[in-house]
């Protein structure tokens, strides 16, 4: 078990060469929304983070009777309105990384779709929220690949069908179990982050009460999506997201304060986590 520190960060915070482009840092996917729960901005708050934090691309993909209500919220990034399975499967078919379930909502086709992606898709998969929900009963669908749960207590409850009670009194060795067992990288959210993979364990003690507000998940998700468009898909490079996550958080609180920071001002202060990082 391990504390993860600045030093174990920061080679993924290098400056950059001068000949690059956008296609050198990888195009990475969020698929999201639904009709009862269009969650514009918190699809919004993702895209931006996950370009923060470095990767090439990002495309926001949802079904197109929602192109309305999120075309004024996007700019940067990339959108893809799908119909069908065969339409999704062009939409993901080049990402690095993908994260479901952001303003997804709750809906039986939900289902078939994961399956999908959890057959079709070769990148790394970082589930999130409403993800969550829906695979929470179905575990066995689960990929045996480059897949990341970010589950807080009470979704990690739904996935072990533990209550939340008990989880408390041991959630390093639960979270280890689970993890080996479904072959995945956890990511259990909470005042100190635990990450593991089934055999390492790291922790992340970074971030402040600031960050108990609408949006600071979805933050996350687009953090781990950015780095992961670019890094390869392992435990350290997990934990450097959440540590960047944290980081951005506590320079947020401190500009805003913990009582009025929102979790876009965790957006606006990655640059400054990066250029810390970066100096220490």
């Not at 901005?41 to 495309?59: D, H, M, P, W």
């Not at 960050?211 to 998940?217: C, R």
Request: aromatic share 8%.
């Amino acid at each position: 078990m391990k504390e993860i520190q600045v030093e174990d960060v920061k080679p993924y915070f290098q400056e950059r060469e001068a000949e690059v482009n956008k296609g050198n840092f990888g195009k990475v996917g969020m698929l999201g929304g639904s009709k009862n729960y269009i969650g514009a901005l918190k699809l919004a708050t993702f895209s931006y983070s996950a370009l923060r934090s470095g990767c090439g691309i990002a495309r926001v993909i949802i079904p197109e009777d929602l192109a309305i209500f999120l075309t004024p919220h996007i700019m940067e990034p990339t959108m893809f309105f799908y119909h069908n399975l065969a339409e999704l499967r062009i939409a993901i078919r080049d990402l690095k990384s993908l994260v479901i379930g952001i303003g997804w909502g709750i809906d039986g086709s939900h289902l078939e779709i994961l399956q999908e992606v959890f057959r079709t898709f070769s990148g790394s998969i970082v589930l999130d929220a409403d993800g969550l929900n829906i695979l929470a009963g179905h575990l066995d669908i689960l990929p045996k690949n480059q897949v990341v749960l970010t589950p807080h207590l009470k979704e990690f409850s739904r996935l072990t069908k533990i209550s939340v009670e008990k989880l408390k009194k041991n959630k390093i060795e639960i979270a280890k179990e689970f993890a080996k067992k479904y072959q995945v990288i956890l990511l259990l959210k909470g005042h100190t982050t635990i990450i593991t993979d089934g055999n390492d364990v790291y922790f992340i003690k970074r971030g402040g009460p600031g960050m108990a507000t609408a949006g600071s998940g979805d933050v996350l998700s687009g953090i781990l999506a950015g780095l992961l468009g670019y890094q390869e898909y392992s435990l350290l490079t997990v934990a450097a997201g959440a540590y960047l996550a944290g980081l951005a958080g506590e320079l947020a609180e401190k500009d805003k304060t913990d009582i009025a920071m929102i979790a876009s001002d965790t957006v606006e202060h990655i640059p400054d986590a990066i250029q810390l990082i970066r100096e220490q």
